[in-house]
């Protein structure tokens, strides 16, 4: 892999609709957006599949889309394709973390798989500001349970908190999630 290929320059290369930028893009994420996958869904060839449709959706959607971040784009989008596939497992009787963390966010955002009442732009927007308000401890916490879908054992094993920390943490942020949330008018 070329190292000196930036972000910026795969972007342009996707708006060029240069091959080379799909190659480029797989060579430099792929190992970060299994890993992300896989924390989400059960299943590795699931993990693996959805990979590869983030690298076609991601071909789609550069252009129109110009990422700033190229791999916050490509994050949303697998975590997005993680999802559906668990919609799909789920309506086959399948189970995994995620179905309980979005239990856990519906007690701040109603209906959050589903956004039915708030914008997702806006919604985006306020997710932002809100974790702007947040420490860096606590932001890393809520990000990397809500987003990632690490476990409450390997948060707390990373960064060297106490299970009952990382707990409480998430619980306190959701509660003022919820409450930051009630007082942006967003419907409760």
Not at 32 to 42: E, N, T, V
Not at 54 to 81: E, G, S
Not at 131 to 154: A, C, P
């Amino acid at each position: 892999m070329n190292n000196t290929v930036t972000d910026k320059e795969i972007v342009e290369l996707y708006l060029a609709r240069d091959e080379t930028a799909s190659i480029y893009c797989t060579q430099k994420y792929s190992a970060s957006l299994l890993r992300l996958a896989s924390s989400l869904l059960l299943d590795s060839r699931d993990a693996e599949e959805c990979v590869n449709d983030t690298f076609l959706k991601a071909w789609n959607a550069i252009p129109p889309n110009k990422p700033d971040h190229l791999f916050p784009f490509l994050a949303r989008i697998c975590r997005c394709t993680a999802v559906d596939v668990i919609r799909r497992n789920k309506a086959q009787k399948r189970d995994c973390l995620v179905v309980e963390l979005t239990r856990e966010m519906e007690e701040c955002i109603p209906d959050f798989m589903g956004g039915a009442e708030v914008p997702e732009d806006d919604l985006t927007t306020l997710m932002n500001n809100f974790l702007g308000t947040l420490s860096r401890d606590k932001r890393m916490i809520f990000v990397r349970h809500y987003w990632f879908g690490e476990s409450i054992s390997e948060i707390s094993e990373k960064y060297g908190f106490s299970e009952s920390k990382v707990k409480t943490v998430l619980h306190r942020t959701r509660e003022k999630l919820r409450k930051y949330l009630e007082k942006k008018g967003v419907p409760g």
